[in-house]
């Protein structure tokens, strides 16, 4: 067997608010292989959001393991953190969350200027990903003055710009319209043919369809088997 | 990467227009205070310092009595004075009280002896003949104003100083009240001038003086002739003198401008401080705006150094932007206020801001300082924000 991308061993987190503490995950174990498309379903609440922050290490674990590529990652800092992230880990939201102030090209463009890549080489990159989302027309645009899917559309060509390993989206459609809806799931789809491996956390089943495969979590824990 | 935050952060501070440019006006008053009052200063130090320059000259040195009462007198030797090698020439402004016979009415009246080399030491004398020409020879006496009015002579009349007669040949022309105070602490209007030689005529002994000037030649050197001064002054007995040149006035003069700018400055710089508080105020806002964008950042491999250079590149160019407007603002409000000031007070010496590159450059790099500074603490705020909970942030 290959070796995993990125692995949660018994991850717990529990978060803290005053006096009470809610547990998000309670023991998760996770493996994720290259080309592997992997839908999580579950009602809100579930952890799954949480699990995906985990896994997309934006957050950490209050207990378990989590190793990118091998490597474990508690002991890194934010700054090594980060440049994992803007290297190999790519981030779909609901909200888009674009920069408005920015143009799409530019918004594609960002993971690039953070990694410090020169101008010129941001913006070949970037227009050839706006390009391949089918918003080549729509470059110069800010995100106000586009639609809910080309937004869409945008966040993953921004999420696609450092050439990630992993990309991790986060109820991309429950925005959208449905028609808009299945476009992005269609250019998911397409992007784990060209080899990437995915993880869609959604609690719409048609949705989750679009996966090789689909987990179940409640209560911060997969439950049954593949669906 | 860094000139990309930077652009990042001008593309910010330009969206959030209105409220970037009512930071920037808070700096923007602030810098202008006290750029125009630094500047005026400037000015007025400057135009001082000409004008000493213009009655004494880069190269005399002024005897004083030291205990600067307008009554002390010191003891000279002018003979031996004059001797010393690069001294040019000595003269004092000696004046005596005499009994003075006119065609009017007689009594005791200041006499003052008058050098003709003085007019060379102090060209801003303002003797001013009213009527008649000057002294010329000995046994001539020039009249001040209220002088010839209380003896009741004219140019012509015969008067006697201590017993001896006197050809008034000039009037002086009215002075201001005060304005013989320069002149050794002598109401120019209520005095007699006569030549230095018959005053000593008139009062024999040594070179009583209120003040005496030295003029040293060009070739040599001041601080040596000094020096060479005051330790003839020593040696012939006079212990009670102070000798000052032209660089010790300038200094002093230098010193107490100085202190009250500072002192004006340090007032007006409050209200740059208060404008980096709005900075500060404008940044905290701005970081809690963009939360969730300081959190997308941040997911998409922005690191905590990045986010804070980038808020720190905003704050700083509002307050550069502030302080390069109030460097204008304040340049022409010295500028107005110095062309008010000549106009009010006909000042003869020329006197007007000065734009000094320091002022210019200290001006500008205070000003990006104060707003880097202030956008510190809220630009620290937004690095270290945890990129989930920014995410989170509504």
Do not use: C
């Amino acid at each position: 067997m290959r070796e995993a991308l990125l692995s949660l061993e018994g991850v717990t987190k529990v978060y803290r608010m005053g006096q009470v503490e809610v547990p998000a995950l309670r023991g998760v174990d996770l493996e994720l292989h290259p080309g592997q498309f992997l839908a999580v379903m579950g009602p809100s609440g579930s952890g799954k959001s949480t699990l995906l922050h985990i896994a997309g290490l934006l957050d950490r674990p209050t207990s378990g393991k989590v190793r990118w590529q091998g490597r474990e990652v508690s002991s890194l800092r934010s700054g090594q953190l980060a440049e994992l992230r803007g290297r190999h880990i790519g981030f779909v939201f609901q909200t888009f969350n674009l920069i408005p102030t920015l143009t799409a090209l530019e918004n594609v463009e960002l993971p690039l200027l953070f990694r410090g890549l020169a101008t010129g080489e941001r913006r070949k990159r970037a227009e050839g990903l706006l390009e391949l989302v089918g918003l080549a027309g729509r470059a110069r645009h800010r995100p106000g003055q586009l639609s809910g899917g080309e937004r869409q559309r945008v966040a993953i060509a921004r999420a696609l710009a450092p050439d990630p390993e992993l990309i991790l989206a986060d109820e991309p459609t429950g925005n959208l319209d449905s028609a808009s809806g299945r476009e992005i799931l269609e250019l998911l789809r397409s992007l784990n043919g060209t080899g990437k491996t995915l993880v869609l956390v959604t609690h719409d089943t048609e949705a989750a369809k679009v996966a090789k495969e689909i987990k179940h979590m409640r209560d911060g824990l997969f439950v049954g088997g593949e669906g | 990467m860094i000139g990309d935050l930077f652009r990042l952060a001008v593309r910010n501070v330009l969206h959030r227009r209105l409220r970037s440019w009512l930071t920037v006006i808070g700096i923007l008053i602030g810098t202008a205070a006290v750029v125009a009052l630094i500047s005026i200063g400037q000015g007025l130090e400057r135009s001082i310092t000409q004008e000493v320059e213009r009655i004494m000259g880069f190269n005399t040195l002024l005897i004083t009595p030291q205990g600067r009462s307008f009554q002390a007198q010191i003891e000279l030797d002018l003979a031996a004075l004059r001797e010393i090698p690069g001294v040019e020439a000595a003269v004092t402004v000696r004046t005596e009280t005499a009994y003075v016979e006119g065609p009017l009415r007689d009594g005791f009246l200041s006499l003052t002896g008058y050098d003709p080399a003085m007019e060379e030491f102090l060209g801003e004398l303002h003797l001013e003949l009213a009527v008649g020409e000057g002294l010329t020879a000995p046994g001539q006496v020039v009249l001040g104003a209220r002088a010839s009015q209380v003896l009741g002579a004219k140019v012509g009349d015969q008067i006697s100083i201590e017993d001896r007669p006197f050809q008034v040949v000039g009037i002086l022309a009215e002075q201001e009240e005060g304005g013989g105070m320069a002149y050794g602490g002598v109401p120019v209007n209520d005095s007699l001038y006569v030549l230095y030689q018959d005053l000593k005529g008139l009062f024999p002994g040594p070179d009583l003086a209120q003040l005496a000037f030295v003029k040293v030649s060009p070739e040599a050197d001041v601080g040596q002739v000094k020096a060479e001064v005051e330790r003839v002054l020593a040696r012939t007995g006079t212990t009670e003198a102070e000798v000052v040149g032209f660089e010790e006035i300038t200094q002093r003069i230098r010193t107490v401008l100085g202190g009250v700018q500072a002192f004006l400055a340090g007032i007006a710089g409050i209200s740059i401080l208060v404008g980096g508080i709005g900075v500060m105020n404008t940044m905290y806002t701005a970081v809690l705006e963009r939360t969730r964008e300081i959190g997308v950042m941040k997911a998409v491999g922005a690191k905590d150094w990045q986010v804070m250079l980038m808020f720190l590149f905003e704050s700083g160019l509002m307050g550069l932007a502030g302080g390069t407007l109030g460097l204008l603002v304040g340049l022409g409000v010295a500028m107005a206020a110095s062309a008010v000031v000549q106009r009010l007070f006909q000042m003869e010496a020329g006197f007007s801001a000065v734009a000094s590159a320091g002022l210019i450059l200290g001006a500008l790099a205070f000003s990006f300082g104060v707003g880097a500074i202030s956008g510190l603490l809220p630009a620290r705020r937004a690095a270290a924000l945890p990129p989930v909970e920014a995410l989170r942030y509504e």
